[in-house]
């Protein structure tokens, strides 16, 4: 018996990729994109126009976007933290952006050195032109149980800055356990404090998998109503400003798992594990 449609938003080139000690070449980039192109995904993050002083993997993002092949159907992601940003995105051609903040000021700052009032204050005229120019943007909170620098986070905390980003005109939050400190349960109260805010159906749960418990914390998510994840193939993955932020979610694991609940991915299994195992020989 199917239990209706998963979306599995795969950011293995992005978040899996800014995090590897290896100068991955352009060229494998592209090669995993245009595989990971092949099995089904409708989204796939593989662009960040953040500033090489910061994150060097990501420096090629251009030349990844102007080398893939792309799939009809198949919507290529960027991250934008600023207006410059937007713009290379805008210029490479991503078909949609996301703005990042924090549900807390320790990892605000550490990440995009901003408070979260003035992170705001960056995205909204990145919202509004993308908004003239029809370019959808997606929204991500880090930090959604427990920040490195912080601590525990309020769930309330959380569903300000998701209530901010969906207002302003996002059109998906995607809530991240930046350092996989999350359980079901408290990953279970903060969707309920979230859920008040943003509509469910517009919710995507972003899981690190630093202490193995992603795969559970999806499973609690599945039964308050998150039908969107995201998942890295190969399990890469990791933020450079979260000390301990191991890999996302691996892509194929989220996949089988929830094929076996009943759950219907459209994914092609064959070629996601091809990808995983492109994914596993690009780490350094
Ligand atoms: P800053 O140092 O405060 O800003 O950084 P700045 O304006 O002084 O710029 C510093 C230098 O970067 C300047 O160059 C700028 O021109 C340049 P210089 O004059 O020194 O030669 N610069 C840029 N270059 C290229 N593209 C740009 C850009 N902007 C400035 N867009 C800034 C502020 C936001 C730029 C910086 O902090 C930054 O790039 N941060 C990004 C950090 C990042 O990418 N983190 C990982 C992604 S978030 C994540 O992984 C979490 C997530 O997965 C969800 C989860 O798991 O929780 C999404
Ligand atoms: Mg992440």
Redesign the pocket.
């Known amino acids: 018996m199917s239990l209706g449609p998963v979306e599995i938003f795969e950011?293995g080139p992005?978040?899996g990729l800014?995090n590897e000690a290896r100068e991955i070449p352009v060229a494998e980039k592209v090669a995993l994109v245009d595989c990971l192109s092949r099995a089904g995904f409708s989204r796939i993050e593989v662009a960040?126009?953040?500033?090489?002083?910061?994150?060097p993997q990501?420096a090629g993002s251009a030349e990844v976007l102007a080398g893939i092949a792309r799939a009809p159907g198949v919507r290529y992601a960027a991250?934008?933290?600023?207006?410059?940003?937007?713009e290379?995105a805008r210029a490479a051609g991503a078909d949609e952006i996301?703005v990042?903040a924090?549900a807390s000021e320790g990892?605000s700052k550490a990440?995009?050195?901003?408070t979260i009032a003035e992170s705001f204050e960056?995205f909204a005229p990145i919202i509004e032109e993308a908004r003239h120019i029809d370019l959808p943007v997606r929204g991500?909170?880090?930090?959604?149980v427990e920040c490195p620098y912080d601590g525990p986070v309020p769930p309330a905390a959380v569903a300000e800055v998701a209530d901010r980003l969906f207002s302003m005109g996002c059109y998906e939050v995607?809530l991240?356990?930046?350092i996989g400190a999350g359980t079901p349960d408290t990953i279970a109260r903060m969707l309920l404090k979230v859920r008040d805010v943003v509509p469910v159906g517009r919710l995507a749960g972003?899981y690190?998998d630093t202490k193995g418990r992603a795969m559970a914390n999806i499973d609690a998510s599945l039964s308050m109503g998150v039908r969107v994840f995201?998942a890295a193939v190969g399990g890469l993955?990791?933020?450079?400003?979260?000390p301990g932020?191991a890999g996302?979610v691996a892509t194929e694991a989220v996949a089988e798992h929830l094929a076996a609940l009943g759950y219907e991915t459209g994914l092609d299994l064959e070629v996601v594990r091809e990808a995983a195992k492109m994914a596993r020989a690009m780490r350094a």
């Open positions: 950011v992005r978040d800014q960040s126009f953040v500033s090489p002083k910061w994150v990501m991250l934008t933290p600023n207006m410059r940003g937007f290379d996301a990042f924090s990892f990440n995009i050195n901003a960056r991500y909170v880090s930090c959604v995607s991240g356990d930046t972003h690190h995201d993955g990791g933020c450079p400003f979260a932020a996302n």
